[in-house]
């Protein structure tokens, strides 16, 4: 879904590296999601935002951190990463606002990280 | 936490055919039950959701059916085309519960391939 974009889209990195994901979205959700896709796993949550003001952790958030710089942005961090870490990485949103479908996430193209 | 799990992992048809895929839950609470298909280097897009208030919900060739007693539900795809080939998620949600409203469960994924 072109409203919401994720940068970079293909990124190699070295063990030990910092590594920014970023997410933004023009849909003016205010939830937004970070997902993790490995083969044969399907999505696992990393960490998921309601609002600015709130962040949560999801299945698998260790080795990971998140900020949430605005209702438009959301970024994910791995602060050193490890070669366990190379898969998809996928944003999402969906929108509580009331009269809206609060469950349908729209997801993001996917950054595909490799940690060498 | 909820766990979802889909079977099968991989299915191929021959173009006209159906295809079925199934997904099982385990937390009664789960009551938003959506499907999504991404296709090859895109995120997952919504083709179809069912609530827990709804046994069948049909969109032209695709259908999904939902068992609340059984903790099933199911996706039907009717007179297959090879632009049905993707993988196919489905997922599970306890919309009504606290922090956890809108957080989706999904399971693995399956490939279908549709040949022609």
């Known amino acids: 879904d072109a409203d919401v974009t994720q940068t970079p889209r293909n990124r190699i990195t070295k063990t030990g590296k910092r590594i920014m994901l970023e997410c933004s979205q023009t849909k003016g959700h205010d939830r937004m999601y970070w997902y993790r896709q490995d083969p044969g796993l399907g999505l696992r949550l990393i960490y998921y935002?309601?609002?600015?003001?709130?962040?949560n952790k999801g299945e698998i958030s260790d080795g990971y951190s998140v900020s949430r710089q605005a209702q438009a942005k959301f970024s994910l961090s791995l602060e050193s990463a490890i070669p366990n870490q190379t898969a998809l990485y996928f944003c999402?949103?969906?929108?509580?606002?009331?009269?809206?479908?609060?469950?349908?996430?729209?997801f993001g193209p996917g950054t595909r990280l490799t940690v060498l | 936490g909820e766990n979802v799990e889909q079977h099968p992992s991989t299915l191929s048809v021959q173009e006209g055919d159906s295809a079925v895929i199934k997904c099982t839950y385990s937390d009664s609470a789960s009551n938003y039950f959506p499907w999504y298909k991404q296709e090859l280097g895109k995120g997952p897009q919504l083709i179809i959701d069912i609530r827990s208030n709804v046994g069948e919900k049909k969109d032209q060739r695709i259908a999904v059916t939902l068992n609340k007693t059984a903790k099933h539900f199911s996706l039907h795809i009717t007179e297959t085309q090879p632009e049905d080939s993707a993988v196919y998620f489905c997922a599970a949600s306890p919309v009504d519960r606290g922090s956890t409203l809108g957080r989706l469960y999904f399971g693995r994924g399956t490939q279908l391939t549709v040949w022609p």
């Open positions: 999402a949103t969906s929108d509580l606002r009331q009269g809206a479908n609060t469950d349908t996430q729209y």
């Open positions: 935002s309601f609002d600015v003001k709130d962040i």
